[in-house]
C-alpha cells in the first residue's frame, strides 16, 4: 500500500478540528480504557489499519490484558468485559453501523442503563471521533506501523 497524502500536513486546520474532537473526549470524564476500546473496536468495524495499530498499542501501554485486546472482535462471547464495556461496544457498532438500524432502539435501551445523558452524549462523541480518524486515515492510506505508544498514557494526542 503506497499513501496518497499527508492530510495532517496538507491541511492543519482539519487536523486541528480533529485534535479538538479528542480533547473534549479524553476530558469528557469517561475511563481511558473504555475509550480506548471504543476506538479499537470501531477501527477494526472499519478496517483502519493505522488506527487499530494505534490504538492496540495505546491499550497495552496502559497494561490492557492480551486477552482482552485478541477477543475484543468477539466480545460477545467473552466473559471479559464489563456490562458497561458491553454497552459501549455495542452502541459503538450501532452508531458506526448506523445505516444498518439506524441505532436500534435496545441497543439504546441497554446503553441508557449503564450511561448518564451526559457520558452517552460524551461516548457518542468518541465514536464520531475515531469514525473520523479511520476515514481520514483510511481515505488517504496513512501507513501503520511508526505510531508509539507512550506507557500509561492518560490520553491520546494523535501524533
Known amino acids: 500500500m503506497e499513501a496518497r497524502l499527508d492530510f495532517k500536513r496538507i ?14 473526549v479524553n476530558t469528557s470524564g469517561l475511563e481511558a480504557s473504555l475509550l480506548d476500546l471504543v476506538r479499537l473496536k470501531a477501527s477494526q468495524i472499519n478496517g483502519c489499519a ?8 495505546d491499550l497495552r501501554a496502559k497494561d490492557e490484558s492480551e486477552q482482552r485486546l ?12 464489563t456490562e458497561r464495556e458491553r454497552a459501549a461496544l455495542a452502541w459503538t457498532e450501532a ?7 439506524h441505532a436500534p432502539g435496545e441497543v439504546y435501551k441497554e446503553v441508557r442503563k449503564h450511561f448518564t445523558d451526559v457520558e452517552l452524549v460524551n461516548l457518542t462523541l468518541a465514536i464520531v471521533a475515531i469514525n473520523g480518524w479511520n476515514r481520514l486515515n483510511i481515505a488517504f492510506r496513512t501507513i501503520p506501523g511508526t505510531y508509539r505508544a507512550v506507557r500509561n498514557r492518560a490520553s491520546v494526542l494523535y501524533e
Open 95 to 101: 452508531v458506526t453501523l448506523i445505516a444498518d438500524g
Open 70 to 81: 485478541y477477543l475484543l472482535d468477539a466480545w460477545r462471547e467473552a466473559p471479559f468485559y
Open 50 to 57: 493505522q488506527c487499530i495499530d494505534m490504538h492496540s498499542k
Open 11 to 24: 491541511s492543519p486546520d482539519v487536523y486541528q478540528a480533529m485534535l479538538g474532537l479528542e480533547k473534549t
